[in-house]
């Protein structure tokens, strides 16, 4: 019988089945960071438990701890207990923790595929909405909340139930100036943030297969914004290339086995899915959020949105957002002018993120009124592009170069966005105060906030 890419993962790793559309799954990997991770190994003791799998469970600081360059831990005191718990817990189990300052440390979601955790064909959770991101390296990955992680770290096994299948086909040339992050942007635009809904959305087609494994996570990273747990690309030549070498990767025979094996994941020719949905890749251009849901999208040559002529059932949501952003329908969003621009999180602060980013300022300065950070996803991201001098090109562009961490993007961690202030975000959520109380975010890729940086307000990268 033909089988999906889901189909094939999700089946060779159901342990029993527990009716009424429940399965046992067994849990490849676990991931944990310092916001939810102390916590759960906390509870999981206090209920007289230990890990199942300590050695399959690894940890990372990133949603309460400083950006700031030379943080400490104590930095943001806030963040400090919540460090000092995943360290002592983590020890106290033979966990393997990225610590700040270590090869290894950064934004779980970054960390985990260029540390070579995770694996075509393998299952990985965390306590994080976004782990759907690692999808991208043909993984089914899916976040999790406190009680389930609880039990997948004394079991390495959960409950769940089958979700349907969704292929999204991207047919066509990618034209110039979309990247992963327009693509998806589009697609939630199109669909709306619940089309995803009770799916794992498997992204296929020709503008797929051109993209970079990192592009792949960025495509895969924003699933659970279109109301899908898991998103995933499935496994090929290019993701093998990245994936060789890695730190936790196989190695010798080990990794022809696995290569082996992981060429019989994608989904047979004759595999059935639910639904599909094919995107004309000419359709799409750059693309910037001027709402408060991802689904608030345009292409950025195109006027804010008028309410009135949208579905009537969303028309007191564009009102109020536009309320919230301080926009006029009808009027260009391109030439919006803006206070900040955050450059990182687990969606865009990948290497060749920050390259799309340093190509725009290079030779350039950012406009006076504008705070721009550049935040490395991990610290071996920040320490291979200081070594291309990507760190120079930011800082004579009058951009400020920080250490690792989710940062301003979840605003956990005293970085924020001022009240009333507008930010272009290559982050994922652009909710009311999510950046910060107040805050008005408008989602981009890297090269979009970057262009906004330098013109001082909302640009079209094509015109640079």
Request: charged letters at 20%; hydrophobic letters at 40%.
């Amino acid at each position: 019988m033909a089988k999906a890419l889901f189909d094939k993962i999700w089946d060779s790793h159901v342990i029993t089945d527990l009716g009424n559309g429940f399965v046992l799954l067994h849990i490849d990997r676990v991931l944990l960071h310092d916001l939810s991770g102390a916590r759960a190994l906390r509870d999981v003791m206090d209920k007289g438990y230990a890990p199942a799998q300590p050695r399959l469970v690894y940890a990372t600081p990133d949603h309460a701890i400083s950006t700031q360059p030379g943080r400490t831990e104590e930095t943001f005191p806030p963040g400090a207990p919540l460090l000092k718990g995943l360290r002592a817990n983590t020890a106290r189990f033979g966990i393997r923790l990225f610590d700040i300052g270590q090869d290894g440390n950064g934004i779980v979601h970054v960390v985990g595929p260029e540390q070579g955790l995770t694996l075509p064909g393998t299952t990985l959770v965390c306590g994080d909405s976004h782990t759907c991101t690692h999808g991208g390296m043909g993984s089914l990955a899916f976040g999790i909340g406190s009680s389930e992680l609880e039990h997948v770290l004394a079991t390495q096994t959960m409950v769940q139930r089958k979700p349907r299948r969704f292929r999204v086909h991207y047919e066509g040339a990618v034209p110039q100036g979309v990247t992963a992050k327009d693509m998806i942007l589009h697609l939630i635009g199109d669909l709306g943030t619940a089309a995803g809904t009770g799916f794992a959305v498997e992204y296929a087609g020709s503008a797929v297969r051109g993209l970079s494994a990192e592009g792949r996570l960025t495509l895969c990273n924003l699933s659970i914004e279109m109301g899908a747990r898991t998103g995933m690309v499935a496994p090929d030549d290019t993701t093998y290339a990245y994936l060789e070498g890695r730190d936790y990767a196989p190695k010798g025979a080990m990794w022809e086995r696995a290569v082996a094996y992981w060429r019989t994941l994608p989904s047979d020719p004759d595999a059935e899915f639910d639904r599909e949905h094919t995107i004309n890749m000419s359709r799409v251009a750059p693309q910037i959020t001027w709402g408060t849901s991802p689904e608030h999208v345009v292409a950025v040559d195109r006027p804010i949105p008028d309410p009135a002529q949208g579905p009537e059932e969303k028309r007191a949501a564009w009102t109020a957002a536009l309320q919230y952003q301080g926009l006029e329908p009808g009027k260009p969003i391109e030439g919006t002018p803006v206070d900040w621009v955050f450059i990182g999180s687990c969606t865009n602060s990948r290497l060749s993120d920050l390259r799309a980013a340093a190509e725009i300022a290079r030779g350039r300065r950012k406009a006076p009124h504008v705070n721009a950070w550049i935040v490395p996803g991990s610290e071996r991201v920040k320490r291979q592009a200081e070594a291309e001098g990507l760190d120079r090109i930011f800082t004579d562009a009058g951009f400020e170069w920080r250490e690792p961490g989710c940062s301003m993007c979840i605003a956990s961690n005293g970085e924020r966005v001022a009240p009333g202030q507008r930010s272009v975000s290559t982050s994922n959520r652009n909710f009311v105060g999510r950046q910060g109380p107040g805050a008005r975010t408008h989602l981009a890729s890297p090269a979009m906030a970057a262009a906004a940086a330098i013109r001082g307000a909302i640009a079209d990268v094509r015109k640079i």
